[in-house]
Every structure is written in structure tokens, then in C-alpha cells.
């Protein structure tokens, strides 16, 4: 057994994985006879992983809830690309999705009820909900 102790280094590159081979083995050895070190590792790991890891994915699921619409439409745009005889249809959904994004979730639904109305050639009743917003939006 490994009488002297690791260093919070070591201690840590084992808990991030980047330790080799031979020395994770010897480290794992030490942890089993050392109490200390095994009080260590658990202060370690969560030095390491509380603040970065689930900071980061705090922050990144709030971003994505709050951009969810402008990574459809981002998503939208690069398949508009990738399938060029759909490229119309997927700018479209990128355009609408961006303004989702851009508005709130009420006028977004306005709009929504807009393209639909224009999709089925329906102008007259794009119009009306056109008028209807510039009525109750001042
Ligand atoms: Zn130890």
C-alpha cells in the first residue's frame, strides 16, 4: 500500500479522469486504506464540481429556455442548406421562429395566425388580424 499521501493535484486530476493509468490504480489502492484521503477526495469533488459543472448547466438550460426559438430558427436556417429544394419552407420556419424569438409569446401566437392565414392565401383575414393588432397595440 501507498504510504504517503496523494497531492490535492493528483487528487483532483483522478477525480477529472486525466490521470493515467497506473497512477488512478495507485491512487485507488491509497483511498482504500486512507480515510483522510478519501475525506479529501469528497472535499475535492465538490471544489471541482460544484461551481463550474452545475453553474455551467444551470446557465446553459436557462439559455436554451430563454433562445429556444432563436436555435430553431438558427437550426431552421442550416437546414435550409442542407435540404436546398426545401430552402423556401425551412427560411420560412426560420423567420417565423426568429420573430418568435424577437416577440413576446402573445404576438408571437398573432403572427403564427397571421402566416397561417397567408399560407392558405387567405389576405383577407391576415389583414383583419393585421388591423386588430394595430388596434389593441397602442
Ligand atoms: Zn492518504
Known amino acids: 500500500m501507498r504510504r504517503i499521501c496523494p497531492s490535492e493535484e493528483i487528487l483532483s486530476e483522478y477525480i477529472s479522469g486525466v490521470l ?4 488512478r490504480t495507485e491512487v485507488e489502492k491509497h483511498l482504500a486504506g486512507c480515510a483522510a484521503c478519501r475525506e479529501l477526495l469528497v472535499e475535492t469533488h465538490d471544489i471541482i ?5 452545475h453553474e455551467i448547466k444551470n446557465r446553459i438550460s ?8 432563436l436555435i430553431g430558427a438558427a437550426a431552421a436556417f ?3 442548406f442542407v435540404f436546398s429544394e426545401h430552402f423556401l419552407q425551412f427560411l420560412t420556419a426560420c423567420i417565423i421562429m426568429g420573430a418568435k424569438w424577437a416577440v413576446d409569446a402573445k404576438t408571437a401566437k398573432i403572427l403564427i395566425m397571421i402566416y397561417e392565414a397567408w399560407k392558405c392565401g387567405d389576405r383577407d383575414k391576415a389583414d383583419k ?7 389593441t397595440e397602442h
Do not use: F, V, Y
Open 20 to 23: 493515467a493509468e497506473e497512477d
Open 78 to 80: 442550416t437546414l435550409s
Open 129 to 135: 388580424i393585421l388591423s386588430r393588432i394595430d388596434g
Open 62 to 69: 436557462r439559455w436554451i429556455r430563454k433562445n429556444q426559438w
Open 49 to 53: 464540481s460544484r461551481p463550474d459543472i
